[in-house]
């Protein structure tokens, strides 16, 4: 199919890691991205890896690849209250004529609790 | 450098008026898109404006429609709203030449109809 998936809600203890998944779905796409969604505000973008790649490291964030698989996933270590959030995975694929097609995820609810 | 900015925040129409929302992306971003973020439906691609040309289209009917200056500022219209057309509406703005595509977000326009 053409959905990007993620499971809908995560919960942990602060403190401890995170681990948030995501099965994208063309394997042309270039590059993988994590964005962060706070209530009532927009995307921001958290980390992105290029397909060539097996692993990403950016402080907290651990980004893991799975090609063979589709799947992708973000660590966070010691996840922090504040780090609850709405977190979603998107893909990018080229297209015909130099464009490009993003593919948002479902999005992963991220509860972190005190 | 100023981020991506979308005015208004919030409105509130009736069926069948038509919107205009409108977004001036962060300085020297030439790209700018538009998303629909509703619970049920996720994020969804509207369109993509670059150099003031739509260059990528989702799949939404021909009531929602855009344009961009040659500032790079970009307004979206909805004719004869829906219930359904009830949503946060984001814009995204990226720089051009990046394949990486990194796309930086507003904090939307939250849009009610009743």
């Known amino acids: 199919g053409e959905d990007v998936e993620q499971s809908l809600f995560l919960s942990v203890r602060e403190g401890d890691s995170s681990v948030i998944n995501c099965t994208y779905t063309?394997?042309?796409?270039?590059?993988l991205y994590w964005y962060k969604q706070e209530p009532g505000a927009g995307l921001q973008l958290l980390t992105y890896?290029?397909?060539?790649?097996d692993m990403k490291q950016d402080q907290r964030l651990t980004v893991l690849l799975n090609k063979k698989d589709k799947h992708l996933s973000l660590r966070i270590a010691d996840t922090q209250t504040g780090d609850s959030a709405i977190y979603f995975c998107?893909?990018?694929?080229?297209?015909?004529?130099?464009?490009?097609?993003?593919?948002f995820g479902t999005g992963t609810k991220l509860q972190v609790i005190p | 450098k100023a981020g991506v900015t979308q005015t208004p925040r919030y409105l509130i129409k009736t069926r069948g008026q038509q919107v205009t929302l409108s977004c001036s992306p962060i300085s020297g971003h030439r790209s700018v898109s538009w998303y629909q973020q509703t619970p049920g439906q996720g994020l969804q691609f509207l369109f993509e404006y670059f150099s003031e040309t739509q260059r990528n289209k989702g799949n939404f009917p021909g009531r929602f429609s855009g344009r961009q200056f040659s500032n790079s500022r970009s307004e979206m219209n909805v004719s004869t709203l829906e219930l359904g057309d009830s949503a946060l509406y984001l814009c995204?703005?990226?720089?051009?030449?990046?394949?990486?595509?990194?796309?930086?977000f507003g904090p939307g326009t939250r849009l009610t109809v009743t």
């Open positions: 063309d394997s042309s796409s270039t590059y």
């Open positions: 995204a703005s990226s720089a051009p030449g990046r394949s990486s595509y990194e796309q930086y």
């Open positions: 890896i290029f397909s060539n790649m």
């Open positions: 998107a893909e990018i694929t080229p297209r015909s004529g130099g464009y490009q097609k993003v593919t």
